[in-house]
């Protein structure tokens, strides 16, 4: 047993590692040990190896290269034949761009087109007018027009005055809180107050022959905000008065609005509850403020920031020095040229005035609104950190005419809806009824800044608003989209020159008609 599982054992081993032949196995069998392989015989093994490898890639390679071929072909049958059919088709079912089914809207390169066109045309109305007047700039005379007579100062004197109803308006609130006179009483007092607030200063204008149109207007123009400031500061403290009365006890801070204070950016909550507010501080801030709307707390920024300041300061200067040069080299010799043709009745002449006054107009009242309403009140709200910075909104996106009219002046709009549009509509009163009314008010406004400061009334700034009731009726009916923001715009261009050479032919009719 021993001998044959020496004998056994290392045929076994070696079965796992080399093929021999017949004769190897005999001569292992018999016990002998196999002689050592030559060279030649150790090539050979080599070589029959290889092919055997060899031959077993070749196969498998086949078999894959079969299967690439099975699985590809299709592919590239359907290649060829998307290919063959895109060199057929060459159109597809689609809008052009500027139709308004293709759902473009990236014309960005055609505002800017527009905007190099409307560069080169204006400079060339602005060449042809150098050329033809000269230079009509003179910074002296628009000295003077404010102070004609330097000795008196009307308009200054004016504005000085209007303390007095700003006092008055403090101290009958100041009675009315705590009780020494009824409501009733008060309200005459305030009713007197704001209706002399609107006479007194159109009397004073009338009356005085140094005071200038442009003074005039000035005047004019803080007596009507102050109009409006005051007649909310009577409101909005008769709405405390009636929430006292009704809980029987003073204003929380429930209805109050914290304010953050002081340049060093730290908040304190100094909240101010009625009759606390009626103070001399409290009551200049609001007359300064850049709002016409009053409450207990307003809004306020953490701190004054001096680089915002500065460039809105710069815009109010040099935005100020265009308008005037643009007045005095473009608008004035516009408006003398076409008083002829008004006075002849030529209406081809006057139509061809109309719009080449149009567009200088239309420039000068687009900077006096950046001028006014970002740069000027922005510049103030910035002075008082006063927060809510919302004088205007998208007018330019006006798709009606009431959309422009609630939102090119903030101000204005507010104070209309507070204390004249909703008040009337929980009345009762209709919504269009309540609109009309409201229009109707802005008509005489517009009459009364202009009509007293030329002392003479044709009431086409009156009629220029209340026709613009009609218009928006128009447009929102008929009009919509594009179209509407189309009739808004004309309604700016055109119809602001109309108005202005109604009234310089008037004007000049009534002051040198009589001499030419």
Same mark, same amino acid.
């Given at each position: 047993m021993s001998e044959t599982a020496e004998t056994r054992g290392p045929v076994t081993r070696r079965r796992r590692t080399t093929i021999t032949s017949t004769k190897q196995t005999k001569r292992q069998d018999a016990g002998e040990k196999p002689p050592p392989f030559s060279a030649k015989e150790k090539a050979a093994d080599k070589v029959q190896k290889? *092919?055997? &490898? +060899?031959?077993?890639? /070749? =196969?498998?390679?086949?078999?894959? *290269? %079969? %299967?690439?071929?099975?699985?590809?072909?299709?592919?590239? %049958?359907?290649? @060829? !034949?998307?290919?063959? &059919?895109?060199?057929?088709?060459?159109? &597809?079912?689609?809008?052009?761009?500027l139709s308004s089914a293709s759902g473009y809207s990236n014309y960005r390169g055609i505002l800017n087109w527009c905007v190099v066109m409307l560069v080169l045309s204006n400079a060339r109305l602005f060449l042809e007018n150098i050329i033809k007047y000269g230079i009509l700039v003179d910074p002296i005379q628009v000295v003077s027009l404010f102070l004609k007579d330097p000795y008196s100062w009307p308009a200054a004197c004016l504005i000085i005055v209007?303390? !007095?109803?700003?006092?008055?308006?403090?101290?009958?609130?100041?009675?009315?809180?705590?009780?020494?006179?009824?409501?009733?009483?008060?309200?005459?007092?305030?009713?007197? +107050?704001?209706t002399s607030l609107l006479i007194f200063?159109?009397?004073?204008?009338?009356?005085?022959?140094?005071?200038?149109?442009?003074?005039?207007?000035?005047?004019?123009?803080?007596?009507?905000?102050?109009?409006?400031?005051?007649?909310?500061?009577?409101?909005?403290n008769k709405w405390c008065r009636e929430i006292r009365q009704a809980k029987a006890k003073r204003m929380t801070r429930s209805y109050s609005c914290p304010i953050v204070a002081q340049s060093n950016g730290s908040a304190v909550n100094t909240n101010v509850s009625y009759p606390g507010n009626l103070t001399h501080r409290d009551m200049y801030y609001f007359i300064f403020a850049p709002t016409l709307c009053y409450q207990l707390n307003f809004p306020r920024s953490p701190r004054i920031r001096k680089r915002f300041l500065i460039r809105?300061?710069? /815009?109010m200067l040099f935005l100020m020095q265009l308008l005037v040069g643009l007045i005095q080299q473009w608008m004035v010799p516009s408006v003398q040229n076409s008083m002829k043709p008004f006075q002849e009745m030529d209406f081809s002449r006057m139509v061809e005035r109309l719009l080449k006054l149009a567009v200088p107009n239309h420039l000068i009242w687009l900077?006096?609104?950046?001028?006014? #309403?970002?740069?000027?009140?922005?510049? !103030?709200?910035?002075?008082? %950190? #006063?927060?809510?910075? /919302?004088?205007?909104?998208?007018?330019?996106?006006? /798709?009606?005419?009431?959309?422009?009219?609630a939102n090119w002046n903030i101000p204005v709009h507010k104070w209309c809806l507070r204390h004249f549009y909703k008040p009337m509509l929980r =009345?009762?009163?209709n919504k269009f009824l309540a609109q009309t009314a409201v229009f109707l008010a802005s008509a005489f406004f517009h009459e009364y800044l202009v009509s007293v400061p030329l002392k003479m009334f044709?009431?086409? @700034? #009156?009629?220029?608003?209340?026709?613009?009731?009609?218009?928006?009726?128009?447009?929102?009916?008929?009009? +919509?989209? +594009?179209?509407?923001? *189309?009739?808004?715009?004309?309604?700016?261009i055109i119809g602001q020159p109309i108005a202005v050479l109604m009234y310089v032919h008037d004007y000049y009719v009534i002051h040198y008609g009589s001499t030419t």
């Amino acid at each position: 047993m021993s001998e044959t599982a020496e004998t056994r054992g290392p045929v076994t081993r070696r079965r796992r590692t080399t093929i021999t032949s017949t004769k190897q196995t005999k001569r292992q069998d018999a016990g002998e040990k196999p002689p050592p392989f030559s060279a030649k015989e150790k090539a050979a093994d080599k070589v029959q190896k290889h *092919a055997s &490898n +060899n031959g077993n890639v /070749e =196969k498998e390679m086949g078999k894959s *290269a %079969q %299967q690439q071929q099975l699985t590809n072909s299709p592919k590239k %049958q359907r290649s @060829a !034949v998307e290919d063959i &059919n895109d060199r057929l088709r060459c159109h &597809n079912l689609q809008e052009s761009l500027l139709s308004s089914a293709s759902g473009y809207s990236n014309y960005r390169g055609i505002l800017n087109w527009c905007v190099v066109m409307l560069v080169l045309s204006n400079a060339r109305l602005f060449l042809e007018n150098i050329i033809k007047y000269g230079i009509l700039v003179d910074p002296i005379q628009v000295v003077s027009l404010f102070l004609k007579d330097p000795y008196s100062w009307p308009a200054a004197c004016l504005i000085i005055v209007s303390n !007095v109803f700003v006092l008055a308006a403090l101290y009958t609130e100041r009675r009315l809180a705590v009780g020494t006179i009824s409501e009733t009483t008060g309200l005459i007092l305030h009713l007197f +107050n704001l209706t002399s607030l609107l006479i007194f200063p159109s009397a004073s204008i009338l009356t005085m022959t140094s005071i200038t149109p442009v003074g005039g207007v000035l005047s004019l123009g803080t007596y009507t905000v102050l109009f409006l400031k005051l007649y909310s500061y009577m409101d909005s403290n008769k709405w405390c008065r009636e929430i006292r009365q009704a809980k029987a006890k003073r204003m929380t801070r429930s209805y109050s609005c914290p304010i953050v204070a002081q340049s060093n950016g730290s908040a304190v909550n100094t909240n101010v509850s009625y009759p606390g507010n009626l103070t001399h501080r409290d009551m200049y801030y609001f007359i300064f403020a850049p709002t016409l709307c009053y409450q207990l707390n307003f809004p306020r920024s953490p701190r004054i920031r001096k680089r915002f300041l500065i460039r809105r300061l710069f /815009e109010m200067l040099f935005l100020m020095q265009l308008l005037v040069g643009l007045i005095q080299q473009w608008m004035v010799p516009s408006v003398q040229n076409s008083m002829k043709p008004f006075q002849e009745m030529d209406f081809s002449r006057m139509v061809e005035r109309l719009l080449k006054l149009a567009v200088p107009n239309h420039l000068i009242w687009l900077i006096f609104f950046y001028w006014f #309403f970002h740069s000027s009140l922005n510049f !103030v709200a910035e002075l008082l %950190q #006063f927060g809510d910075r /919302e004088f205007y909104r998208d007018w330019w996106n006006s /798709e009606t005419v009431t959309y422009f009219w609630a939102n090119w002046n903030i101000p204005v709009h507010k104070w209309c809806l507070r204390h004249f549009y909703k008040p009337m509509l929980r =009345k009762g009163v209709n919504k269009f009824l309540a609109q009309t009314a409201v229009f109707l008010a802005s008509a005489f406004f517009h009459e009364y800044l202009v009509s007293v400061p030329l002392k003479m009334f044709r009431l086409w @700034a #009156f009629m220029g608003m209340m026709a613009q009731v009609p218009l928006a009726l128009f447009v929102s009916r008929f009009l +919509n989209g +594009n179209y509407g923001n *189309a009739a808004v715009w004309i309604s700016l261009i055109i119809g602001q020159p109309i108005a202005v050479l109604m009234y310089v032919h008037d004007y000049y009719v009534i002051h040198y008609g009589s001499t030419t």
